[in-house]
């Protein structure tokens, strides 16, 4: 077997050719809730937002009331203190409370001279974190006003030990300058340029989702059609509930605003509701369920947003569309509204199947392993051919698999050093039969 090199590195594919009728097994529906939120400087005191008036204790009271009521799976947040206790303190005092005990956290990153950072928490019990990497400078080199993260979970099914199949989930988190001056719109405007070149170069295709809060009076500025407009479809990204304008103090998007839960006070930022600062995007996989994640239809809400509080607070009037707590909790917690949104996770066909003449196309995705490896018993009694080829018909590796019907293990040193990108791996023998899938090498 080869040498581990980096965890998550590549495709596997398990494939048989067996006599009879092909048959197929696939895991069950799953909706996870993702929730992101703004948390107003905790753990960061400021000559304004100080331990008096934006006391970490009662900000955890708050936090879990309002997390105990959305009961998220994914948990991304803005303006946490640039320490990793603030962190383990969230775990400890507001997620894994009473008899939860499965929530874990990224790691902590920063550029080093931010007091504020993005973190994610997940229940360990459904996702795993593959890994996480950051963006912290623009594309001239220079700093950037704070990290963007991006974090690659997958989810943990059932099956998993035996198929050795899943389906990851990216998850960018940003937190792009505030201000409306023309200074503060091309800080966004580098940082969501920086964002996209990242993932372009990196080229990792699959299921994307973008939270954060964007700082953007409207979804015209360049920071936002950075997002919104790029070139290559497979990272662009794109509203859930096609609400695009300017969104700043306008009653037309009343019911969509996320800042701010009241109208005045010290710590907190003042006016009212009248912005959509915080989103959560997705790209074309997850908007057009072409990758096994979906968004749930109506499940997109900025939580407490009943349409009705137009420069505004968030309880008072009454606000019907949670509890009295919550609506307390919102007010009392933050200046932000936190944005939900329900992800589907659909079954993967995984099993067995047999190749005939007109050939079985099973298609095996993201798999968790160390190494890139294809497994292949031949039942057929005659030797099969596998071959490699890239996307513009190159074929780079051909292999004859002996027809003993013993699994045959091919380890990812058996193939060359290929650049990361995607395949096509082709199977036949002499009789005709043919089985050809994309491998996308992460």
């Known amino acids: 077997m080869s040498s581990y090199r980096n965890v998550f590195r590549a495709t596997t594919l398990f494939c048989v050719l067996i006599a009879g009728n092909a048959f197929f097994s696939a895991f069950g529906q799953d909706t996870l809730r993702v929730m992101h939120y703004n948390l107003l400087n905790y753990g960061n005191f400021t000559s304004s937002c100080t331990s008096t008036n934006n006391a970490l204790a009662d900000k955890d009271v708050h936090l879990t009331t309002i997390c105990n009521y959305v009961k998220p799976d994914i948990l991304t947040v803005n303006e946490m203190g640039d320490n990793n206790v603030y962190g383990n303190r969230i775990l400890a005092n507001v ?5 939860k005990t499965s929530y874990e956290k990224g ?21 795993t974190l593959a890994r996480q990497e950051f963006v912290d400078k623009d594309l ?15 989810y943990n099914d059932p099956n998993l030990a035996t198929t050795l199949d899943t389906t990851f989930l ?54 936002m059609q950075n997002l919104l407009t790029h070139p290559n479809e497979q990272f662009r990204f794109l509203d859930p509930i096609n609400q695009l304008g300017s969104w700043n103090n306008s009653s037309a998007f009343a019911q969509y605003h996320t800042q701010s839960t009241r109208t005045s006070g010290g710590c907190f930022s003042g006016g009212g509701m009248d912005d959509r600062f915080d989103l959560i995007l ?8 072409s990758a096994n994640i979906s968004i749930v239809p109506g499940s997109y809400d900025a939580l407490g947003q009943d349409g009705n509080r137009f420069n505004g607070t968030i309880n008072s009037p009454s606000n019907a569309s949670v509890p009295v ?27 067995d199947a047999e190749l005939d003449a007109q050939g079985t196309s099973v298609v095996f995705t993201n798999p968790v392993m160390d190494d890139w490896n294809l497994q292949i018993a031949n039942f057929k009694g005659t030797v099969a051919t596998l071959e490699l080829f890239t996307l513009t018909g190159q074929r780079v590796f051909t292999e004859q698999v002996p027809a003993n019907g013993d699994q045959r ?17 082709r199977l036949y023998n002499e009789n005709g039969w043919s089985w050809a899938s994309p491998v996308v090498k992460i």
Request: hydrophobic share 40%; charged share 20%.
């Open 170 to 223: 990216h998850v960018v988190v940003v937190h792009l300058k505030a201000g409306s001056s023309n200074s503060d719109r091309v800080d966004r405007d580098a940082s969501t340029e920086a964002l996209m070149a990242h993932l372009d170069a990196k080229d990792l295709r699959g299921n994307y989702i973008l939270c954060g809060d964007f700082n953007a009076r409207s979804s015209t500025e360049d920071g």
């Open 409 to 425: 293990l091919i380890y990812r040193d058996a193939f060359p050093d290929l650049p990361a990108g995607t395949y096509v791996v």
């Open 325 to 351: 707590g919550v609506a307390n909790a919102l007010f009392e917690m933050s200046d932000h509204l936190p944005v939900i949104v329900d992800l589907k996770f659909s079954g993967l066909v995984t099993g």
């Open 282 to 289: 997705a790209n074309s996989h997850v908007i057009n369920d």
């Open 107 to 127: 790691d902590f990153t920063n550029n080093g001279f931010s007091s504020i950072v993005n973190h994610i928490f997940y229940d360990s019990d459904k996702l």
């Open 95 to 99: 997620l894994n409370t009473g008899s």
């Open 140 to 154: 001239s080199n220079s700093n950037i006003v704070r990290v963007l993260d991006i974090y690659t979970l997958y």
